[in-house]
């Protein structure tokens, strides 16, 4: 069974910083896209970036374009999430998600483009 685990949440000050991580096993994770959601109460999930199979193809929602950065090390089957310049609306809780395809063609931030999601991982920020 595929396990997908997110870590790194945490709580900070408004224009602090996190790393989130997340753990894909039991599944080619060197060639599948992988994505960063988010969910805060009364809200929709977000689709907040995308990074394809190779790491050279990344998209981004444009409220963290500049201040979040996607990455991922096939080798160590774990997708990241840096995040700066955080601010009290990125609050939520992130999830996960590995993909059907290898690249983020789609539209990327459709949940139905991905079939693995994780338990999430709570980020609040504070003003």
């Known amino acids: 069974q595929v396990q997908v685990v997110e870590s790194g949440g945490g709580s900070v000050e408004a224009g602090g910083s996190l790393r989130l991580s997340c753990a894909i096993s039991?599944?080619?994770?060197?060639?599948?896209?992988v994505a960063w959601f988010r969910q805060s109460p009364g809200k929709e999930r977000e689709g907040i970036s995308c990074?394809?199979?190779?790491?050279?193809?990344?998209y981004y929602t444009d409220s963290v374009k500049g201040r979040f950065t996607t990455s991922r090390d096939n080798a160590k089957n774990t997708l990241y999430l840096e995040m700066n310049m955080l601010k009290p609306e990125d609050t939520a809780m992130y999830y996960c998600?590995?993909?059907?395809?290898?690249?983020?063609?789609?539209?990327?931030?459709?949940?139905?483009?991905?079939?693995?999601w994780g338990k999430g991982t709570q980020v609040t920020v504070s003003s």
């Open positions: 998600a590995a993909g059907t395809t290898s690249d983020c063609s789609g539209p990327w931030s459709g949940k139905e483009k991905y079939n693995y």
């Open positions: 039991r599944v080619s994770f060197a060639s599948l896209c």
């Open positions: 990074i394809g199979s190779n790491g050279l193809e990344t």
